[in-house]
């Protein structure tokens, strides 16, 4: 890391306006190419790429400093314009009309000598200088959430990982686009035709011929369309939903995101570092981390989204992913014995609730109750109710929203529904009846976490509670000190009151404003742990020598010579180490090695 370091964040009448290279003072170049000097970029990528291609200087991650990390680490958003506002809200913000200004000058690429442009031209360099200012304000203002150094590493390998990019085989991709393009176009013709519509692509269009006809929903979402089709059949709407099913599919999204993403071979930027609040990565542009998971039919074709993604030649993938990593983090931070011995005797956390739940012996318990189990576990810890109808809109049993749309399954019910789960309304009362009897001390948990959290909020002092400490300056932050040592934050929290107690909330990205009662809080926790668990396999597995390409919340994808004969043993060993803050965890993981992409 650059020793002495003279950011440009101190004040001074720094900004200078050039318009060409040529132009560049020289005491700037001086400073590019000096690793003493920290870069600093709102978004590096923007930068680094244009100093590198324009300059030919290629400053290494390492000297870069990126303050829109820090606003997501302090829970803000890490758009400027907004962070702006919420941080420097006395002006210097970043004016909104630079969008505009930009299109003009550097999309567009106007002549800004031509006197048509003039005004606009002034306007725009004002508008960049008033850019820097603004990223060098909220900087200054952001400082106290400056990483820790394991942080800091983990956003070095996060920004090379991001430049590698995941392979793809352009040849998988160009055939998959044409079989779907294809395809497209026959059903468009067939709906078309169908239903004499002027263009079958308008949601507002079809919709209208639809409600005319009977269909009972006011969204074409696919969950609505499949619900539509399980109905009693009626001639020409059943074949107008199948064919807008066939249309909607995922895999036409996420073949034109490949496509228009990809370079050489390679989809880059997929990945935002602290992307969410939790500290999670989240996704770009093609989203790697939400890609279909089977293959779908196109004709007498069968196209497969994850296969798009193939090691080149002379080179293979190695994938590992943790097993059931939320479950065991939950587990181990409600100090919930009946779910730790689950993993202490190496059994499967899903096939036990179904044993007690279905009170039948652990080795007699059938596929499909493991199956209807899944989703209690996965949901039930994080204050999932059971069988409730709820509004679509705001997810409340009542509207509370006022837009009024349409009724459906909530809850543990339409959870389950929607991973495959077919539980009857009952069952869902049923399993979560018996989820919080058998594991009591997650619901324990929450009202423990919510008391403490309120409590800090409001006295401003440190409250601790199974080892997680809860602390908050009232009114600007509620941080909590999470077992690993990192921080989540929650900006100006609030404590209110409602009808059944205290009601506590923050300002989500630093704007809207979010409840946040104990089984949030509880999910926020589990889910920041797990991320630090695999951020400790992802360093490790760099550390060792092996090429991290990918990622998902439980999963590290690498790429490896071909001839490599312990690639997937020496990821398992990073990834199922023990974890410094926790060496006792019992993790495990499972992969396999191969040229395709799979789940
Ligand atoms: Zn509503």
């Given at each position: 890391?650059?020793?002495?370091?003279?950011?440009?964040?101190?004040?001074?009448?720094?900004?200078?306006?050039?318009?060409?290279?040529?132009?560049?003072?020289?005491?700037?170049?001086?400073?590019?190419?000096?690793?003493?000097?920290?870069?600093?970029?709102?978004?590096?990528?923007?930068?680094?790429?244009?100093?590198?291609?324009?300059?030919?200087?290629?400053?290494?991650?390492?000297?870069?400093?990126?303050?829109?990390?820090?606003?997501?680490?302090?829970?803000?958003?890490?758009?400027?314009?907004?962070?702006?506002?919420?941080?420097?809200?006395?002006?210097?913000?970043?004016?909104?009309?630079?969008?505009?200004?930009?299109?003009?000058?550097?999309?567009?690429?106007?002549?800004?000598?031509?006197?048509?442009?003039?005004?606009?031209?002034?306007?725009?360099?004002?508008?960049?200088?008033?850019?820097?200012?603004?990223?060098?304000?909220?900087?200054?203002?952001?400082?106290?959430?400056?990483?820790?150094?394991?942080?800091?590493?983990?956003?070095?390998?996060?920004?090379?990982?991001?430049?590698?990019?995941?392979?793809?085989?352009?040849?998988?991709?160009?055939?998959?686009?044409?079989?779907?393009?294809?395809?497209?176009?026959?059903?468009?013709?067939?709906?078309?035709?169908?239903?004499?519509?002027?263009?079958?692509?308008?949601?507002?269009?079809?919709?209208?011929?639809?409600?005319?006809?009977?269909?009972?929903?006011?969204?074409?979402?696919?969950?609505?369309?499949?619900?539509?089709?399980?109905?009693?059949?009626?001639?020409?709407?059943?074949?107008?939903?199948?064919?807008?099913?066939?249309?909607?599919?995922?895999?036409?999204?996420?073949?034109?995101?490949?496509?228009?993403?990809?370079?050489?071979?390679?989809?880059?930027?997929?990945?935002?570092?602290?992307?969410?609040?939790?500290?999670?990565?989240?996704?770009?542009?093609?989203?790697?981390?939400?890609?279909?998971?089977?293959?779908?039919?196109?004709?007498?074709?069968?196209?497969?989204?994850?296969?798009?993604?193939?090691?080149?030649?002379?080179?293979?993938?190695?994938?590992?992913?943790?097993?059931?990593?939320?479950?065991?983090?939950?587990?181990?931070?409600?100090?919930?014995?009946?779910?730790?011995?689950?993993?202490?005797?190496?059994?499967?956390?899903?096939?036990?609730?179904?044993?007690?739940?279905?009170?039948?012996?652990?080795?007699?318990?059938?596929?499909?109750?493991?199956?209807?189990?899944?989703?209690?576990?996965?949901?039930?810890?994080?204050?999932?109710?059971?069988?409730?109808?709820?509004?679509?809109?705001?997810?409340?049993?009542?509207?509370?929203?006022?837009?009024?749309?349409?009724?459906?399954?909530?809850?543990?019910?339409?959870?389950?529904?929607?991973?495959?789960?077919?539980?009857?309304?009952?069952?869902?009362?049923?399993?979560?009846?018996?989820?919080?009897?058998?594991?009591?001390?997650?619901?324990?948990?929450?009202?423990?976490?919510?008391?403490?959290?309120?409590?800090?909020?409001?006295?401003?002092?440190?409250?601790?509670?199974?080892?997680?400490?809860?602390?908050?300056?009232?009114?600007?932050?509620l941080w909590v000190v999470l077992p690993s040592g990192r921080r989540l934050h929650y900006p100006s929290p609030q404590v209110g009151a409602n009808g059944r107690g205290t009601e506590l909330s923050y300002a989500r990205k630093g704007v809207y404003r979010r409840k946040l009662y104990g089984a949030k809080l509880t999910e926020?926790?589990?889910?920041?742990?797990?991320?630090?668990?695999?951020?400790?396999?992802?360093?490790?597995?760099?550390?060792?020598?092996?090429?991290?390409?990918?990622?998902?919340?439980?999963?590290?994808?690498?790429?490896?010579?071909?001839?490599?004969?312990?690639?997937?043993?020496?990821?398992?060993?990073?990834?199922?180490?023990?974890?410094?803050?926790?060496?006792?965890?019992?993790?495990?993981?499972?992969?396999?090695?191969?040229?395709?992409?799979?789940?």
């Amino acid at each position: 890391m650059p020793p002495n370091a003279r950011s440009c964040s101190s004040a001074g009448p720094t900004t200078t306006v050039v318009t060409s290279i040529a132009d560049l003072p020289k005491h700037v170049l001086a400073d590019l190419s000096n690793p003493g000097v920290w870069k600093i970029a709102w978004n590096i990528q923007f930068e680094r790429t244009v100093i590198r291609e324009q300059l030919g200087i290629d400053i290494p991650i390492a000297q870069w400093l990126d303050p829109s990390v820090l606003a997501r680490i302090a829970g803000f958003s890490g758009a400027l314009a907004l962070a702006s506002e919420v941080l420097n809200p006395e002006g210097q913000a970043k004016s909104k009309e630079g969008s505009q200004l930009i299109k003009l000058f550097s999309k567009q690429g106007k002549d800004w000598n031509d006197p048509k442009y003039a005004e606009a031209w002034r306007r725009f360099q004002h508008y960049n200088k008033q850019d820097v200012i603004a990223e060098r304000t909220v900087y200054n203002r952001l400082q106290t959430f400056t990483p820790s150094a394991f942080e800091r590493k983990l956003w070095e390998l996060d920004q090379r990982i991001n430049e590698r990019g995941m392979p793809i085989s352009v040849e998988y991709v160009r055939n998959a686009k044409e079989i779907v393009d294809r395809e497209r176009q026959r059903f468009m013709a067939e709906l078309t035709t169908l239903t004499g519509l002027g263009n079958v692509n308008s949601v507002k269009q079809l919709l209208g011929w639809l409600t005319g006809r009977g269909y009972p929903y006011s969204s074409l979402g696919k969950g609505y369309v499949a619900k539509a089709l399980e109905g009693p059949y009626v001639v020409g709407v059943s074949e107008a939903l199948k064919l807008r099913q066939a249309l909607a599919k995922t895999s036409v999204s996420k073949l034109k995101a490949i496509e228009n993403r990809a370079r050489d071979g390679r989809v880059r930027y997929s990945y935002r570092f602290h992307g969410s609040h939790t500290g999670r990565w989240s996704g770009e542009g093609v989203q790697l981390q939400n890609l279909p998971r089977t293959s779908s039919k196109w004709g007498e074709d069968e196209v497969n989204v994850r296969a798009c993604f193939q090691a080149p030649e002379g080179h293979k993938f190695a994938v590992a992913d943790l097993n059931s990593i939320e479950t065991l983090e939950l587990a181990y931070l409600t100090k919930c014995e009946p779910l730790l011995s689950v993993f202490e005797r190496g059994e499967d956390p899903y096939v036990d609730f179904a044993s007690s739940w279905f009170g039948v012996p652990y080795a007699d318990v059938t596929k499909e109750q493991r199956q209807l189990a899944k989703p209690a576990v996965l949901g039930c810890g994080y204050g999932l109710g059971g069988g409730e109808l709820v509004a679509s809109c705001c997810r409340k049993p009542v509207c509370a929203c006022g837009k009024n749309k349409d009724v459906v399954k909530g809850g543990l019910w339409g959870y389950g529904e929607s991973m495959g789960a077919p539980l009857t309304r009952e069952q869902a009362d049923d399993a979560v009846r018996a989820y919080r009897a058998k594991y009591w001390q997650v619901t324990d948990f929450w009202s423990k976490v919510e008391a403490a959290a309120v409590e800090a909020a409001v006295t401003g002092t440190a409250r601790q509670h199974f080892g997680i400490v809860f602390d908050a300056i009232p009114q600007k932050f509620l941080w909590v000190v999470l077992p690993s040592g990192r921080r989540l934050h929650y900006p100006s929290p609030q404590v209110g009151a409602n009808g059944r107690g205290t009601e506590l909330s923050y300002a989500r990205k630093g704007v809207y404003r979010r409840k946040l009662y104990g089984a949030k809080l509880t999910e926020n926790l589990v889910q920041a742990l797990s991320r630090d668990i695999l951020a400790e396999g992802m360093l490790r597995a760099d550390a060792d020598g092996l090429t991290i390409v990918g990622h998902t919340h439980d999963e590290i994808i690498c790429l490896e010579p071909a001839d490599s004969t312990d690639a997937l043993a020496r990821l398992i060993a990073a990834m199922t180490a023990p974890v410094s803050w926790a060496p006792n965890l019992r993790l495990k993981a499972e992969g396999y090695e191969g040229t395709v992409y799979k789940k």
